[in-house]
Nanobody, 125 residues
Framework: VQLQASGGGLVQPGGSLRLSCAASGFTLDDYAIGWFRQAPGKEREGFSCIVIRDGNTFYADSVKGRFTISRDSAKNTVYLQMNNLKPEDTAVYYC???????????????????WGQGTLVTVSS
């Protein structure tokens, strides 16, 4: 069972990146996938999730209108399109899978069963 997050990198303010979260060893259909991030010296923040089966999504105010979460069930992959990136978006980004679909939107990290290894996003000029 594995989640693989990828797509991070260095981008200028106002730029875009797309992160991927690919699952192997299990199907995402019965899970919600959340994206979390941890900036240097700060606590981990959960900011978006998607319920794979019905496509319902959640966004924290900090990313609403700039980030879009989506899924490709055929590829067992979730994507995070990040637009209009800001320096404060700099963090290590993690994806995680939760079987607690009804409460996944609360972004409580201990309710997430599987975690990817993280991918670094740096927003800087």
């Amino acid at each position: 069972v594995q989640l693989q997050a990828s797509g991070g990198g260095l981008v200028q303010p106002g730029g875009s990146l797309r992160l991927s979260c690919a699952a192997s060893g299990f199907t995402l259909d019965d899970y919600a996938i959340g994206w979390f991030r941890q900036a240097p010296g700060k606590e981990r923040e959960g900011f978006s999730c998607i319920v794979i089966r019905d496509g319902n999504t959640f966004y924290a105010d900090s990313v609403k209108g700039r980030f879009t979460i989506s899924r490709d069930s055929a590829k067992n992959t979730v994507y995070l399109q990040m637009n209009n990136l800001k320096p404060e978006d700099t963090a290590v980004y993690y994806c995680a899978a939760s079987s607690q679909i009804a409460t996944a939107w609360l972004m409580v990290d201990y309710e997430y069963d599987y975690w990817g290894q993280g991918t670094l996003v740096t927003v800087s000029s």
